[in-house]
């Protein structure tokens, strides 16, 4: 084992500093430590992206929510299902942004009516609640999942960066 004195240390510290700032610029732009990939372009993260999550994550909180029966599960389960895969088969990268927009409202529509084709009077009343709810948080910024900024008051104004020392 050679002794880590005068020009092999320097070179060692110099080595390690390189591997050190070659390595942490990685490690910023995929945002983790844990050597998990980052999710794909265009991809959510658990919930699944869509509405508020997967067909079957969706039809447990509608069946939480709205008490379906199992014969409602059953049909809405496949509604979600059918809405899914046509929401992914309307995706076309080269579609304008309005253009896209305006198919994947008229699918959601499409499926919401589906879907209330399926419940009682009382369970639409609550889906239709559920649905404003689900607006209001996507109006605020908030997305499928909520959690955007509060919807009074103006959202906060960025501060420059300040130079490093």
């Known amino acids: 084992m050679t002794k880590l004195t005068g020009k092999n240390m320097k070179r060692t510290a110099a080595v390690l500093l390189c591997s050190v700032s070659l390595v942490l610029p990685a490690l910023a732009q995929t945002g983790s430590t844990d050597g998990a990939p980052p999710p794909a372009q265009g991809q959510q993260g658990p919930r699944g992206g869509g509405r508020g999550g997967s067909p079957e994550q ?4 509608m069946t939480k929510e709205l008490n379906l029966s199992a014969d409602q599960q059953v ?11 046509k929401m992914m088969a309307a995706r076309d990268p080269n579609a304008s942004r309005e253009d896209q927009r305006a198919k994947m409202m008229e699918l959601r529509k499409t499926e919401s009516s589906n879907i209330k084709a399926v419940l009682d009077d009382t369970q639409k009343t609550k889906f239709d609640e559920m649905e404003k709810r689900q607006m209001e948080r996507m109006r605020d910024g908030g997305g499928p999942g909520g959690g955007g900024r509060p919807a009074e008051g103006p959202p906060p104004t960025p501060q420059p960066a300040s130079p490093q020392a």
């Open 58 to 61: 969706r039809l447990e909180m």
């Open 75 to 85: 049909k809405v389960k496949a509604i979600l299902e059918d809405g899914r895969t």
